[in-house]
């Protein structure tokens, strides 16, 4: 999103992003905890979205021997990435683009937090894929995003702004912007979200977190599994 791309936003990132996802430093530590079922004590994650560096750093501090791929399309978000990690810094290799671009290797885990409900059912099939592509077999996914049936998209949406508003009340400008979310965010229910994950190759899907419009699953790269 352009969003990404704006030197103000970005500097709020961290900020907006913990006032706005409940509970997130819980979210990143059950993230590496569902990923130490598959990652070794020296393995390597592929962090997919990882501007900004929230769960880098939280991984990186968790598994001192953890090394990491993120990739991101936004240059200053990756930068924010970069000065996010500090001295960890040394331990990821952040790289530019989409998926795609991800290094074609084999990782013992992956995530996705706060990304795939930017894109369409097409586009999240295909992400899927590529992630599935990239891990060993018996690899943990992580991924969390906005998850909700698209009829119900306003009502989840303003619950969700009301928990990142100071007063927990909805403002007429809030309202605006959770207008232009609910049209702009495809957005897919629970049941259809569980079901790209088996249509990818994933296995063993699980819900793992669930808060106001956000929903969190581990999947699994089945053992014996190609990919296409």
């Known amino acids: 999103m352009s969003t990404f791309h704006d030197a103000a936003a970005v500097s709020r990132y961290q900020e907006t992003a913990h006032a ?22 020296h393995g390597e994650v592929l962090v ?30 990756l930068e924010l ?9 040394t331990r990821a290799a952040l790289v530019e683009g989409l998926i795609e671009d991800a290094p074609l290797r084999e990782f013992d885990g992956a995530t996705c937090l706060l990304t795939l ?14 992630l599935f592509r990239r891990l060993k077999p018996g690899g943990v996914l ?3 995003h906005h998850s909700y049936a698209p009829e119900e998209s306003l009502r989840w949406l303003r619950r969700s702004a ?6 927990g009340v909805v403002s007429e400008q809030d309202e605006v912007g959770i207008a232009g979310m609910a049209a702009k965010l495809p957005a ?14 994933f296995v063993e899907v699980e819900l793992f977190y669930a808060a106001l419009s956000f929903r969190g699953w581990v999947a699994r790269r089945p053992v014996g599994a190609t990919a296409d």
């Open 188 to 201: 897919l229910s629970s049941e259809d979200e569980e079901a790209l994950l088996e249509a990818a190759g």
């Open 81 to 89: 990435a970069r000065e996010t990690l500090g001295a960890n810094a």
């Open 142 to 144: 992580v991924v969390a």
């Open 117 to 130: 409900h930017f894109l369409d059912r097409d586009a999240r099939l295909k992400t899927l894929r590529e």
């Open 48 to 77: 997919l979205g990882a501007g900004g560096g929230l769960e880098l750093s939280a991984f990186a501090q968790a598994h001192p021997g953890w090394r990491f791929v993120g990739v991101d399309p936004s240059p200053p978000m």
């Open 20 to 41: 706005k996802v409940p509970g997130m430093a819980a979210l990143h530590r059950m993230a590496h905890v569902l990923l130490a079922e598959s990652v070794p004590s």
């Open 162 to 167: 009301a928990f990142a508003s100071v007063s």
